[in-house]
Structures are given as C-alpha cells and as structure tokens.
C-alpha cells in the first residue's frame, strides 16, 4: 500500500512504556501498529517496562500505558501531570473512559511528527 505521507521522515519512534502485568498494554500497542499502517508511516514502535518508582520518575512515566511520539505524549494530558506513577492510566475518549488512548490522538501524532505532506 502506498503512503499517505510522500515526505515520510524515516527514524521515527513511537514508545509504549508500561508495568507489568498492564492490561491495557497490548491494545495500547497493537493501536499504534494499526494507526501508523493505515498512515503509511514508517514507526519504530520501542516498548519499554517500567519496573520501579525511579524509573518512573526518570521516564516522567505517568501511568500504564503511556504513548509517545518522538519524545512527546499523545495525549496532551499527561505532559501536564505532576506525577509519576506505576498505576494504570485512563485516557478521555468521547464518552467514556479508556486504558489505552484515542485513536485520533495517536493519528494525530503521528502526523504531525511524520511531518508536512
């Protein structure tokens, strides 16, 4: 399948960082695997496993899963937060909540890290 983005910046990486044991994980996962296909957008997807309160401190982890885009939370939200934490993480979807983030949210990610079409 072709791609959608003919300018598609090559290297870029999307981490899912989580605990272990997240139920959400694999959805959070398999969500931007699925949204960077539809895209045509060449994705690292990195995982990484958050073990410990330093850790999550160091990662500026707050909750699992966390989805970022080169560097950058897809959900606004969660670069507003204060703390960090091996908690499970909900996410605001349009009438309700969710383990994992929107759909949107990560399209618009990686659209916007992929660059100008």
Do not use: K
Not at 86 to 100: I, N, Q, T, V
């Amino acid at each position: 399948m072709p791609s959608l983005l003919e300018d598609n910046r090559p290297g870029l990486v999307v981490e899912v960082l989580y605990v272990e044991h997240c139920p959400n994980f694999p959805a959070a996962v398999a969500l931007v695997e699925r949204v960077a296909a539809d895209l045509g957008v060449d994705a690292e997807v990195q995982t990484t496993l958050i073990t410990d309160q330093a850790a999550a401190e160091g990662a500026r982890f707050v909750g699992s899963p966390t989805v970022r885009v080169d560097g950058r939370d897809v959900d606004p939200e969660g670069e507003l937060a204060a703390e960090y934490t091996l908690d499970c993480r909900l996410y605001w979807h349009e009438h309700r909540l969710a383990g994992y983030p929107q759909e949107r949210s990560v399209r618009d990610a990686l659209l916007q890290a992929a660059g100008p079409t």
